[in-house]
């Protein structure tokens, strides 16, 4: 339910411009909303789509985008729903997680809350491996790859995943991205199949 209004920054696509909006606080809903026309003016498409409940039991389907959000200076990335005209920009309960905030009903504010951290307890093959990377680096794909196979220490042949960002609009026939890649070196295992025939099929 919504409570209080604050006010917030959504920020373009590229972060250099930033439009000062009045957000209701709606802890009820898990993301924040954004009119869909103001997301497409500063450069945001959508990059899934969803099925959500509404308050009265209705279960209909919704754009998601991830959108830069600024508060009192500091800047999150956070999903957002791409919301029917006319609708309020509505500050999830995701985006106050992010933010580390909380709303302050009697005073119509956010406060700021202490996050919970749990450490977790790791071997000394993975201390040794984190110890290799620098997190702040971004790794061309040959150094990458390289450092991935030296920091490997799984008993078992661990998966890379590659994520691409291709701005397409799968709504669009024409945009449907589709196909497949042979590695240079193959997948480093040998391929057998079994056929079931007989007579001169099974000599062919």
Do not use: N, W
Request: charged share 25%.
């Amino acid at each position: 339910m919504g409570t209080f209004k604050v006010s917030i920054d959504i920020g373009s696509a590229d972060r250099r411009t930033f439009q000062a909006v009045d957000a209701l606080v709606d802890t009820g809903a898990t993301f924040s909303s954004v009119p869909r026309k103001l997301l497409e003016e500063v450069g945001y498409r959508p990059i899934a789509r969803r099925p959500f409940e509404l308050a009265d039991g209705r279960v209909v389907e919704r754009d998601l985008g991830e959108v830069s959000v600024r508060i009192d200076s500091e800047v999150r990335t956070t999903t957002c729903i791409f919301a029917d005209e006319g609708s309020p920009v509505l500050l999830g309960a995701v985006t106050l997680e992010q933010f580390l905030l909380a709303p302050d009903p009697v005073h119509k504010r956010l406060v700021p809350i202490t996050g919970l951290a749990m450490m977790a307890k790791h071997g000394k093959k993975y201390l040794e491996a984190l110890a290799k990377m620098d997190r702040s680096q971004h790794y061309p794909p040959r150094e990458a790859v390289k450092l991935a196979k030296e920091t490997a220490y799984a008993q078992f042949d661990e998966t890379v995943e590659l994520h691409l960002r291709t701005s397409l609009d799968p709504r669009h026939a024409e945009q449907q991205l589709r196909g497949t890649v042979v590695l240079p070196h193959g997948l480093g295992k040998k391929v057998q199949v079994l056929v079931f025939a007989e007579g001169e099929a099974a000599k062919l």
